[in-house]
């Protein structure tokens, strides 16, 4: 009806290898000029994550893990909300700017598993430090 359906893939669950019918997501991710996740109930967005990290500029409803910072911390990551018309006319403007790559934003190092996991041991460190004498000796 938009005469758009040559340009839209709707591929449904993606590995990260690549394996089966479907190319890996950093592979998806490199053919992608702009992200879109129109989807009201996020528990998290690792997608919408996983899209600024590989630079691509991310067109968003909810994304709790982007929405919980500063917008400073992932200026590629535009909310939107509202109607297909509103959605349209973002993605035309981005089409216009013909938007470049741009460099992993502060919030996918906020969110980096390295990070993730030395919090992760912090945590551990201290329940283990604060537990009772009894409860030591079986770490």
Not at 26 to 37: E, N, W
Not at 40 to 46: A, C, D, I, P, Q
Not at 95 to 122: F, K, N, T, W
Request: proline share 9%; glycine share 8%.
């Amino acid at each position: 009806r938009l005469g758009a359906a040559d340009r839209i893939r709707l591929l449904g669950e993606c590995g990260t290898e690549g394996g089966g019918p479907v190319p890996g997501v950093p592979a998806l991710l490199s053919a992608v000029d702009t992200f879109v996740s129109t989807s009201r109930e996020e528990s998290f967005g690792l997608a919408a994550v996983e899209a600024l990290a590989a630079g691509l500029p991310v067109l968003h409803d909810a994304c709790p893990a982007i929405d919980d910072l500063s917008a400073a911390h992932a200026p590629g990551a535009t909310r939107i909300a509202g109607s297909p018309d509103e959605l349209t006319a973002v993605l035309r403007r981005r089409i216009q700017a013909c938007p470049d790559r741009r460099p992993p934003p502060r919030a996918v190092g906020h969110y980096d598993i390295r990070r993730s996991s030395e919090r992760l041991m912090d945590v551990y460190a201290y329940a283990l430090d604060t537990a009772p004498p009894n409860r030591r000796a079986l770490s």
